[in-house]
């Protein structure tokens, strides 16, 4: 910020507060972040105004209309080519550690539940990221596979998109994992799904301009990172526990199925000891 010099020391405060979460302002309210740098809100709506926005509000939409933009390009401008690696490596970890604690924190108990139940008695489940958000949704992929049949990844190998959606129906789901930099396609696949009316499951980083509506269900990730990459513990944790609650869900319907995986196991051989 070009006036920090100039800021009093209360606006001083909400500044180095908004620095340290950059990657997911749009997720705070005004009062959160007063709260955290411990000052009122009129000088929080005085800091705002100071720096050229007529409220939070304003500052947090351009916020979240940007988040999506973000590069490690522009990132890297900001990395300290003196810093020890030791401490380089200290604020990677926290930012993970916090990831993961403000993750767990967000009111995602109740989705949780939400999701697990629709996940375990649809009919179908297909499983889409694209980008960043692709490993995370083959990860998920692959659990709920050990768990219940008809899981599939979208895009196949083949990038047989159209196909992949084309037998999309009500009953189904489609489980979306979304992080920035967005696909341009991922919008027009979760459209298709609706016009299917298969139910929606997003996985996805407060900041990003939503894609959900009201009656899908949305677990929120954070996924602010120390370096110049986004990070995506908390997500991977995330699907692991989403899945972990589909194995619950489908009770003996997925031990039945593992069951016969490890069987298959042992028949094939596949799997060094």
């Known amino acids: 910020m070009a006036v920090?010099?100039?800021?009093?020391?209360?606006e001083r405060k909400l500044a180095d507060t908004i620095l340290s979460k950059l990657s997911h302002l749009a997720s705070y309210s005004a009062t959160e972040l007063a709260a955290e740098a411990a000052i009122s809100k009129?000088?929080?709506?005085?800091?705002?105004?100071?720096i050229?926005?007529?409220s939070f509000g304003h500052a947090r939409r351009q916020?979240?209309?940007?988040?999506?933009?973000?590069?490690?390009?522009?990132?890297l401008a900001g990395v300290d080519p003196r810093e020890h690696a030791s401490d380089t490596l200290a604020r990677h970890v926290a930012?993970?550690?916090?990831?993961?604690?403000?993750?767990?924190s967000l009111p995602n108990a109740r989705p949780l539940a939400q999701a697990a139940a629709l996940i375990a008695r649809a009919a179908r489940v297909r499983v889409v990221g694209m980008r960043n958000g692709h490993f995370v949704a083959s990860y998920a992929a692959c659990l709920l596979t050990q768990?219940?049949?008809?899981?599939?990844s979208v895009p196949g190998a083949a990038m047989t998109l159209a196909e992949d959606l084309v037998s999309l129906a009500r009953g189904d789901v489609l489980l979306v994992v979304d992080f920035r930099r967005r696909s341009a396609l991922l919008q027009s696949i979760v459209e298709?799904?609706?016009?299917?009316?298969?139910?929606?499951?997003?996985?996805?980083?407060?900041?990003?301009?939503?894609?959900?509506?009201?009656?899908?269900?949305?677990?929120?990730?954070?996924?602010?990172?120390?370096?110049i990459f986004d990070s995506y513990v908390a997500a991977l944790s995330l699907a692991n526990f989403l899945c972990a609650a589909v194995a619950k869900e489908l009770g003996?319907?997925?031990?039945?199925?593992?069951?016969?995986?490890e069987a298959l196991h042992e028949a094939l051989g596949d799997l060094r000891r």
């Open 192 to 227: 298709a799904a609706r016009r299917a009316r298969t139910s929606l499951v997003f996985i996805a980083d407060p900041g990003m301009p939503p894609l959900s509506r009201r009656g899908d269900i949305v677990l929120h990730c954070l996924t602010g990172s120390a370096s």
């Open 63 to 75: 916020a979240r209309a940007e988040a999506h933009l973000a590069s490690p390009l522009y990132a």
């Open 4 to 10: 920090y010099e100039q800021l009093p020391p209360g």
């Open 147 to 152: 768990l219940r049949g008809e899981v599939v």
């Open 42 to 50: 009129a000088t929080t709506a005085r800091f705002f105004r100071r």
């Open 252 to 261: 003996a319907k997925s031990r039945k199925r593992l069951e016969a995986v």
């Open 95 to 104: 930012a993970d550690i916090k990831n993961l604690s403000e993750t767990f």
């Open 52 to 54: 050229g926005y007529r």
